[in-house]
């Protein structure tokens, strides 16, 4: 369930659970104790069997167990904290071209963790980019980021840094190959939703009584 909805329904919740203290304490004078254990209650049946009732209808929307849920998350939290390391490598870098490079590498790494995270059945065919793309772009560009903010530099310093870079594009070229992958049954569904629409449009253009009309 999203966190935006579990904290609304908290808000909810807690409201409702509130109002209905005092009506049990004020309205049928319950004491304290009882009220306060009644509102307690129901407010905390009412927030577990909506949200129960929610992440039931969204693991079967998704066609997802809830161990595979629970094991999808867990490697989305997981990338969440290498983008982080990867936009302070960004950051930390003082050339145009290097920030440039590690900018699209974070920018195609959220784009991904974004598609995963509104879509987790998407998980399955995006593992490459999770379990070895990701952590090969984090480390390196960390490396390239050190090595790069040394003040002095030798030739085989330069070497590595221009093999890095090298590596970190080819990187980038292999992830916008795994965002491919993972949208490419949306990219099907189009082009024939797009070729019905042609289909469509031909057979409208196309009318037999235009023929009889100009026979006569």
């Known amino acids: 369930m999203k966190p935006v909805f579990t904290f609304f329904l908290g808000m909810f919740t807690a409201a409702a659970t509130i109002l209905l203290w005092v009506i049990l304490f004020n309205g049928f004078i319950l004491g304290l104790v009882p009220s306060t254990v009644s509102a307690l209650l129901a407010g905390g049946l009412t927030f577990f069997g909506i949200k129960l009732y929610s992440d039931r209808k969204f693991l079967k929307k998704n066609k997802l167990t809830r161990k595979e849920y629970v094991y999808i998350q867990k490697n989305l939290d997981e990338a969440k904290k290498k983008i ?37 059945r998407r998980f399955y065919q995006s593992e490459r980019f999770f379990f070895y793309h990701l952590d090969s772009v984090v480390e390196l560009s960390e ?7 040394q003040p002095v530099k030798n030739e085989k310093m330069y070497i590595s840094l221009k093999e890095t870079q090298s590596t970190l594009e080819d990187l980038s070229e292999s992830i916008k190959k795994d965002i491919y992958h993972v949208l490419s049954s949306d990219i099907d569904d189009l082009n024939f939703e797009l070729d019905v629409a042609k289909h469509s449009l031909k057979k409208l253009e196309y009318n037999p009584l235009d023929d009889e009309r100009r026979k006569k």
């Open 143 to 149: 490396k390239y980021a050190m090595l790069a903010a």
């Open 84 to 120: 982080s390391r990867l936009q302070k490598a960004f950051f930390s870098v003082r050339t145009m071209g290097a920030f440039k490079q590690l900018y699209e590498l974070s920018k195609l790494s959220k784009r991904m963790y974004s598609i995963i995270h509104k879509d987790p």
